[in-house]
């Protein structure tokens, strides 16, 4: 599944550790940075290498939102709505982003540019409404500012 020079980094990864299973997270991002995303397959390659079992690695996939379990568009829209951004104006700033870029919650854009989706709450509450771009928070959003920044990627 994974190249030689992969499961080498990997293994270099995982020697930083006091135990295999603590390096998960690392190993994990890795998986993600390597292949965009992280499937079954991919879980069960890590719960080997770390001595553990694919359900302890999907439950920490599907806990944390920084990992994709499906493949996403280049730039990875995350739209919190808890109740600070809910309050604020992030259910329009959702249907505004559904409308602008034609697909819905969960989806991709056809040409793979663009992906959207909702979570719960991203920390930032004092500069509601916000969204996460990729890695980059992007606060205190209008619908104008919204659309320079997305009409500004490539």
Known sequence: M??????????????????????????LWEVQKDKGWIDAESEAWVAERLGTSPAQVHG?????????QKPMGRHHIQVCTTLSCMLRGSDELMDHLKTKLGIDEGEVTADGKFSLVRVECL????????????????????LESVDRLLDGLD
């Open 123 to 142: 920390g930032s509450c004092d500069t509601a409404p916000m969204l996460q771009l990729n890695d980059d928070y992007h606060e205190n959003l209008a």
């Open 60 to 68: 920490v996939v599907s806990f944390y939102t920084m990992y994709k």
């Open 2 to 27: 994974f190249g030689s020079e992969f499961a080498g980094r990997v293994d270099t990864l995982v020697e930083r550790y006091p135990e295999p299973k603590a390096a998960m997270l690392m190993v």
